[in-house]
């Protein structure tokens, strides 16, 4: 909506520095109640609604995220240490579908993990579309991105989507480690059929969702950068707490004392 208040062209976009609260969200060493992303939305055409558009724009994301890990390793010596490996030049991507099929007795973060511990940079497609199990890879909003689209047919098997997330592997936690959630948004016709999957068409109602059916705001592709889980991997951090101040509790700071990870505060 914003897109068309500014007017943006085709290939304008908008990026915002958003910061919100979460109050009542859970916390832990990579989620805190305090939320800072970059927010990006660009205007295009329905030409530009398929995978290889995606991929394009994931690759050039990718490629800003691992210059900024190079320039920082440059200007911090003591990250170059042999426990950290360097960041991965390319950036593989992989349907939900595939990686159901990949490790079908695993749930969806055992998967990931497995994934990335053989990949150490991806780009998961089509995450919110209902998989052979019956599930999602993950839940995802019904009225943003459009994972419902096929795409591609890969063994005789149909992939769906055109949105997902881009996953690392972070060395310090030797953990799986999101960076971004992004994707080409719905058409009038996408967003109706992602809503009865879910059981939400009376959303139609809303001045929102009557925006997109009476196409009066724009196609578009975005996504959120997540500011600090950015920080936490460039700088090889084990903790949010390390780059950026939030409200943690008095346990886990005591915790993480313990373990010489010095919270900000």
Known sequence: MALAQFDCT??????????????????????????DQWDWEKRII??????EYLKDTVRKI?????????MVKEKFPE??????????EELKFFHAEEILEMYPDLPRKERETRLIKQ?????????????????????????????VTPTIKKNGEQMHGLNGDILVWNPVTQRRHELTSMGIRVTKDTLKTQLEFTGQSEFLKLPYHQAILNDE?????????????????????????????????????????????????
């Open 10 to 35: 085709i290939g304008q976009g908008i990026n915002t520095d958003m910061r919100a609260v979460r109050k009542d969200y859970f916390l832990d060493h990579d989620h805190s109640s305090y939320v």
């Open 119 to 147: 990949y150490p940079a991806v780009f998961i497609i089509g995450i919110g579309s209902i998989l052979k199990d019956g599930y999602p890879h993950e839940m995802r909003a019904a009225d943003y991105d459009d994972w």
């Open 79 to 88: 990250l170059n240490n042999p426990r950290y490996p360097d960041f991965p």
């Open 62 to 70: 990718w490629k800003v995220i691992r210059g900024a890990g190079i």
């Open 46 to 51: 329905k030409e530009d609604r398929n995978l």
């Open 217 to 265: 705001i724009p196609l578009s592709i975005g996504g959120g950068i997540g500011q600090a889980r950015t920080y936490m991997y460039l700088l090889r951090t084990a903790h949010l707490g390390e780059v950026t101040v939030s409200v943690w509790p008095d346990q886990l700071k005591k915790i993480c004392k313990e373990k010489n990870i010095h919270v900000l505060e």
